[in-house]
């Protein structure tokens, strides 16, 4: 069974960088699939940050693209986000996921982390 | 950027009702379209792959349909632990939009 947990600080500082990573077991990042973030800030919809691919393209969402770095340690098979200048808009419940390559669909979740931002 | 436009944002429905869900892409996005289900503090849930493929484990009461621009998601007889709100997601290019969300509640 795939699992995915996301691990990180639950408040981070106006203008600091948000860290996060995403423990996978179950299956090797390696072996293919898109590795992606997802957030959602509290009360809100759902808005797709970026993935990367098990050869490590990545691909980010334009409105967050210059704050935004995915990587993936293939070591220990897990991913992980950082999201630069963060401000109170950054707040959300922050996910990893599973995506297939076609259809883009994302069949595995880890549960979710409130990243709060505040002094 | 292909932005995707959920409509109504909530509906109210009884147990047993048939509800549809719809799902508008601003350009057409073949058959590339995902439909997700998510319960309060919780992750959300593949339901629909592909416009019409429904998920393993997934209830055979969902159904979804459409192509080109237009969807819909059907649950065909609505059950307690359906109200949830619904995401629809263009698969078709990056960046995957989501739709704004439906909410179901009880009526």
């Known amino acids: 069974q795939v699992q995915l947990q996301e691990s990180g600080p639950g408040l981070v500082k106006p203008s600091e960088t948000l860290s996060l990573t995403c423990a996978v077991s179950?299956?090797?990042?390696?072996?293919?699939?898109?590795w992606g973030w997802i957030r959602q800030p509290p009360g809100k919809g759902l808005e797709w940050i970026g993935s990367?691919?098990?050869?490590?393209?990545?691909y980010y969402n334009p409105s967050l693209k210059s704050r935004v770095t995915i990587s993936v340690d293939t070591s220990k098979n897990q991913f992980s986000l950082k999201l630069s200048s963060v401000t109170a808009a950054d707040t959300a419940v922050y996910y990893c996921a599973r995506y297939a390559p076609l259809p883009y669909a994302g069949d595995y979740w880890g549960q979710g982390t409130l990243v709060t931002v505040s002094s | 950027d292909i932005q995707m436009t959920q409509s109504p944002s909530s509906v109210s429905a009884s147990v047993g009702d048939r509800v549809t869900i719809t799902c508008r892409a601003s350009?057409?996005?073949?058959?590339?379209l995902a439909w997700y289900q998510q319960k309060p503090g919780k992750a959300p849930k593949l339901l629909i792959y592909a416009a019409s493929s429904l998920q393993s484990g997934v209830p055979s009461r969902f159904s979804g349909s459409g192509s080109g621009t237009d969807f819909t998601l059907t649950i065909s007889s609505l059950q307690p632990e359906d109200f949830a709100t619904y995401y629809c997601q263009q698969a078709n290019s990056f960046p995957p939009a989501f739709g704004g969300g439906t909410k179901v509640e009880i009526k």
């Open positions: 179950g299956y090797s990042i390696s072996s293919g699939y898109y």
């Open positions: 350009q057409g996005i073949s058959s590339w």
């Open positions: 990367i691919y098990h050869s490590g393209s990545t």
